[in-house]
């Protein structure tokens, strides 16, 4: 069986356009499935932003009244204002009130 240097150009020609092919069809399906989930990823970062300061608008109210708060409380609500912070990088009325509330907090974390 004889193959020639004609055929192996055929067969490379073939492979890259089947290759490349792939590649356009998986950016543009990438793209409409971006697309598709951006309206719901918005959506569940609005969730979780109020959910952040409806957490912490409760834990700054009790702090405030001299509520009780135990150790994983205080933890938790660390965590959810980095969270808030940091990760949604949100910085309203909650960190002003979060800065006057915690300093003194702060040797008993």
């Known amino acids: 069986m004889n193959i020639t240097l004609e055929q192996i150009g055929i067969f490379l ?9 792939i590649e356009f069809l998986s ?6 499935v971006d697309k598709t ?5 918005d959506n ?4 979780d932003i109020s959910q952040c300061k409806n957490f912490l608008v409760n834990f700054l109210s009790n702090i405030e009244t001299s509520e009780e708060i135990d150790e994983i409380q205080k933890q938790r609500a660390y965590e959810i ?11 309203s009325y909650i960190h002003k009130r979060w800065e006057e509330l915690m300093k ?3 040797n008993e974390k």
């Open 13 to 21: 020609t073939f492979f890259v356009t089947i290759i490349s092919s």
């Open 37 to 41: 989930l951006d309206p719901i990823n």
């Open 44 to 47: 569940i970062k609005e969730l």
């Open 104 to 106: 003194g907090n702060k």
């Open 81 to 91: 204002y980095d969270h808030y912070t940091n990760d949604l990088k949100q910085n």
């Open 27 to 32: 950016k543009r399906l990438k793209n409409q």
